[in-house]
């Protein structure tokens, strides 16, 4: 059963692997001249004109919540559709379920006003 993961935790280590080292080749081989203009903040190429530890609104945190909350049913529908054929007709019942349920809580963010941008 483990083996069939065994091409899943090779990609993963591929990718930790490859990133580390890219991150130390830049750091052992890249310039390492400091100037004015690249230790300044750089905003949109202006100076900036508010202070970095400027809050965000309580609105901010709530999209990216709840694109966090999608995006997280969208990893459970993935591997209800690759076993689809397998599943048969009660995971289909399931399934559809589950999206009316999210359906319903999509209408309902909208129906609320936290996807407006006032």
Request: aromatic share 16%.
């Amino acid at each position: 059963m483990l083996e069939s993961y065994l091409p899943i935790y090779g990609t993963i280590i591929v990718g930790v692997v490859f990133g580390v080292v890219m991150i130390k080749l830049h750091e052992w081989l890249g310039p390492h001249r400091t100037t004015k203009e690249k230790v300044s903040p750089y905003e949109s190429g202006m100076e900036p004109v508010t202070s970095v530890k400027e809050r965000h609104t309580v609105k901010f945190y709530l999209v990216a919540m709840l694109f966090i909350l999608f995006d997280i049913e969208i990893v459970f529908m993935y591997p209800w559709a690759i076993q689809f054929k397998q599943l048969g007709v009660q995971a289909l019942v399931a399934m559809i379920l589950f999206m009316v349920l999210l359906f319903a809580g999509f209408v309902y963010v909208v129906k609320k006003g936290a996807l407006r941008w006032d």
